[in-house]
C-alpha cells in the first residue's frame, strides 16, 4: 500500500502533530515529552513529511519560550532516524 490520500485527509494528519506539540501536558509541571513518528507505520505516512513536520513544529515551540527540558522523538527503526537526522540538519522552515 502506498501513501496516496485524498489531499484534505493528508492535511489533517500533517496538522494533527502541530496540535500534539502545542497542547500542554506540561501545565502540570511535567519537562519531557516523548513523540512518535506517527502514521509512519501502517498508515503509510511520508517519513521525510513527518520529520519535516515534527522537528519543524518542536522547535517552533521551543522557541516560544516552553519551560520543556527534553524532546524525545520514539524512532521505529534506522532508516527513520536517517531520515529525520537528515531533515534536521536541514534546517527549520
Known sequence: ???????????????????????????????SIALPA??????????????????TEVHRYLQGGSKLERVVLALYNEETFEIFKRELRRGFR
Open 38 to 55: 506517527i502514521s509512519t507505520g501502517d498508515f503509510e505516512f511520508p517519513v521525510d513529511r513527518c520529520a519535516r513536520i515534527t522537528l
Open 1 to 31: 500500500m502506498r501513501w496516496d490520500p485524498p489531499r484534505e485527509r493528508a492535511t489533517k494528519i500533517g496538522n494533527s502533530r502541530p496540535r500534539c506539540v502545542q497542547r500542554s501536558p506540561w501545565r502540570n509541571g511535567l519537562r
